[in-house]
């Protein structure tokens, strides 16, 4: 399917740069042997990653090395190096152009600290796990020892760390509101988005002689700037009204009204001349939003004053949209953060040509044998598609990726299962995934194309599927029943996560996925159970998942199968009360469910549930000093709470809950009945309670209820009502 909103020029229509005469490399280096090898004397453009390299189309810095490479130019990557000084900066000398810096595929803070900011000591895009190959803000320390190696040499930042710092934020690490990472890294260019198209727009305008400072009007990126750009127009953000309403675009065709039947100064028909016709040229009217930029709050106002927060939140919401997104302006200081609108969204070939390049979807040989848990996992699954219309509030994919869905072509998609088939190692026959940030949005699209490149609504499908929104999944299981039939495959499992409310709209969809696409066990995202906090997520209902469950069941039941549904909870979210858990508690307990893995809130940058968490300010209505306040769990021990909840089961857990229902006065939830949630006080803690004497004095054993850790028990699946299993396979994605 074509795009409604396209780019004025395509991705691939730039002449290639000299350099293109040595072609493809089997890698791109990441030494001055391999380039040697190549016979460069120099790379053009040094990429800087905190992830190991891996040419794999599910790794950014492999997609953005690749482009560049097609488009000519020689491009070397620095991955994971020693940032404590300038040395591993400099191994492949200096680039002509510039160096392209990112954390790479996760925040680094996210990559490095759990949700109750503990530290963790693994990393799954490390050789072997390893923890602490990359330094906290990873974007800011890498883009300074950039500069200390070759202060003259540009850096352009991005990725998903750059992506979500664009401008200002709350920080949920150092609990407070900090400047755009463009300011902090001291980078001259920063990329926001997915970036391909602003990425080459640049490096060949960069390559042709161009000064960055010079390059300010380029979708998709951020500058600073001493002041607005001269020919754009400004309007205070205060004045700009809520989400969802269309700005009206005046009709060039209207006329001035023909007086008011007064003819006292028409001539009378004696006199009169015959008219000639007259042709009227309709004239070229602006858009309201071409050239008119937004001027928010300032840092140092929003940092200060949490209603300001969030109104700069929601409006910087509101201006996603790349068919009618308005530029932003912030002022930092004596300087400004200049964003402008979000870059135009690939094509269908444009995105069939990137995942076309020459990858060779394994680590670089650097590596040896090292296993890098994030490649075992991706190493036999396919991204279908990109974007995400869902807006959930807890979720960064449509501030990175955007609200645009854009899918590849099955012909693209059928291409790549038979090269996994043929050419990686350890092929078994089973795609462990066809899929992107969710399942089945493949292809689906607004149905109205002025809708589509004028609408400002944050979700398609919240808090009902807006009437425009394509729901026909016909596209994706046409794909997935040509895919199965290839020759040497046994299997195609769907392992993302699959947005049900969508799913319930196609019926047809849920059979094809519960007779042949499930391995036992499908993931889906219910979130919470209470209106509450469903409000706050911008997600659907629990009306909506019982749906979903009466024909996965059925169909399940149909092929002959026991499939069982693997549901996530989130603990701690923005408007959730004590009691909200507490209800969703009672409900796992009554369905049977005993999760082994649970996610607390995480409030990562730039989310719109991060800005309610910060503020206590409802920022998904018109904010105002009357808004709605919305109550957060914060705080160790409150969120371990209830985090706790969710794990009732836990013996671990059962003083910390029994204490909290005494407090609630919900005592008749304590006992060993069905009806009750945890047991009565044991002997032991009882034992482990009370007073001991110890050297003539008196002393209390520590508390081990409230705050505790828990500990998920592993590889250990329990059992619901209707026979559904809960495995624990590893950490869920934390950065959502």
């Excluded at 960055?212 to 020919?231: C, H, S, Y």
């Amino acid at each position: 399917m074509q795009a409604t909103i396209k780019a004025e020029r395509g991705l691939f229509s730039y002449p290639k740069y000299w350099a293109h005469c040595y072609g493809s490399a089997p890698f791109l280096p990441m030494s001055r042997a391999e380039m040697d090898e190549l016979g460069w004397d120099s790379c053009d453009i040094i990429l800087v990653t905190g992830d190991a390299y891996v040419d794999h189309p599910s790794f950014g810095m492999a997609i953005i090395g690749r482009l560049l490479e097609a488009h000519g130019f020689r491009v070397g990557i620095i991955a994971q190096p020693d940032w404590t000084n300038k040395n591993d900066f400099m191994k492949l000398g200096k680039p002509n152009l510039y160096y392209g810096v990112t954390a790479g595929n996760m925040d680094s803070m996210i990559n490095r600290y759990t949700a109750d900011k503990k530290l963790r000591h693994d990393d799954a895009y490390t050789p072997n796990n390893e923890g602490g190959k990359r330094p906290d803000r990873a974007v800011t320390v890498y883009s300074q020892r950039c500069r200390e190696a070759y202060k003259d040499v540009p850096i352009i930042i991005g990725g998903i760390e750059a992506s979500l710092r664009r401008i200002a934020h709350y920080d949920y690490w150092s609990e407070k509101v900090r400047r755009s990472v463009l300011f902090d890294a001291k980078a001259d260019l920063l990329m926001f988005g997915n970036a391909e198209r602003p990425l080459i727009e640049v490096t060949h305008r960069l390559a042709a002689g161009e000064n960055i400072a010079d390059i300010t009007d380029v979708r998709g990126t951020a500058i600073i700037v001493k002041q607005a750009l001269p020919e754009w127009q400004g309007v205070d953000s205060t004045s700009l009204d809520r989400p969802g309403k269309i700005d009206p675009i005046p009709s060039p065709y209207i006329m001035e009204p023909d007086c008011d039947g007064n003819n006292e100064n028409k001539p009378d028909a004696e006199t009169a001349v015959e008219a000639k016709p007259i042709v009227i040229q309709p004239a070229e009217r602006r858009k309201p939003w071409e050239n008119v930029y937004v001027k928010l709050p300032a840092f140092e106002v929003v940092r200060d004053n949490k209603i300001l927060y969030a109104h700069a939140n929601r409006i910087l919401h509101q201006e996603t949209n790349p068919g009618c997104a308005r530029a932003l302006l912030q002022r930092h200081g004596d300087r400004h953060i200049w964003i402008n609108p979000p870059a135009m969204p690939l094509e269908t070939e444009e995105m069939d040509a990137v995942f076309d390049l020459p990858y060779q979807r394994v680590p670089h040989p650097a590596y040896g044998k090292a296993k890098i848990p994030a490649y075992d996992m991706i190493r036999f699954s396919i991204n279908i598609m990109r974007g995400c219309f869902g807006g959930c509030t807890f979720c960064s994919i449509t501030e990175h990726e955007g609200r645009i869905i854009q899918s590849r072509s099955e012909d693209s998609i059928i291409r790549e299962i038979e090269q996994i088939r043929d050419t990686v190692p350890g092929f078994t026959g089973v795609i462990s995934d066809l899929g992107g940030p969710t399942a089945n949005m493949y292809r689906l699209r607004c149905k109205s194309p002025k809708a589509e490149a004028t609408c400002r609504r944050p979700s398609c499908v919240y808090p009902s599927i807006c009437a425009h929104m394509d729901t026909d999944h016909t596209p994706t299981i046409n794909l997935y029943r040509r895919a199965r039939e290839l020759p040497g495959i046994k299997k195609i499992l769907i392992a993302s996560g699959v947005r049900y409310d969508l799913a319930i709209e196609d019926p047809e969809y849920v059979k094809e996925l519960a007779l042949h696409h499930v391995g036992g066990y499908l993931k889906i995202a219910p979130e919470h159970t209470e209106d509450g906090p469903l409000s706050k997520m911008m997600k659907p209902g629990m009306g909506t998942y019982y749906r979903f469950k009466e024909l996965f069941d059925k169909y399940s039941e149909e092929a002959g199968k026991q499939q069982y549904l693997i549901p996530y909870f989130i603990a701690s979210h923005p408007g959730t009360s004590d009691e909200d858990m507490l209800a969703l508690a009672i409900w796992l307990k009554e369905n049977r469910f005993k999760l082994d893995q649970v996610q607390n809130f995480y409030p990562s940058p730039m989310a719109t549930a991060t800005t309610l968490y910060h503020t206590e300010v409802n920022s998904l209505r018109k904010v105002s000093k009357d808004s709605e306040t919305v109550t957060s769990a914060k705080g160790e021990i409150h969120r371990r709470l209830h985090k706790a909840m969710l794990r009732y089961h836990d013996p671990k857990n059962f003083a910390q809950i029994r204490q909290a229902l005494i407090k609630m006065g919900r005592e008749d939830l304590i006992g060993r009945g069905p009806q009750h949630l945890v047991p009565p006080e044991s002997a032991d803690e009882k034992r482990q309670r009370a007073p001991k004497a110890r050297g003539g004095e008196r002393a209390m054993t520590k508390h081990t209820g409230f705050g505790k850790t828990n500990r998920p028990v592993k590889n250990r699946p329990t059992q619901n009502s209707s026979g559904s299993t809960r495995p624990n396979k590893g950490k869920r994605n934390e950065s959502r």
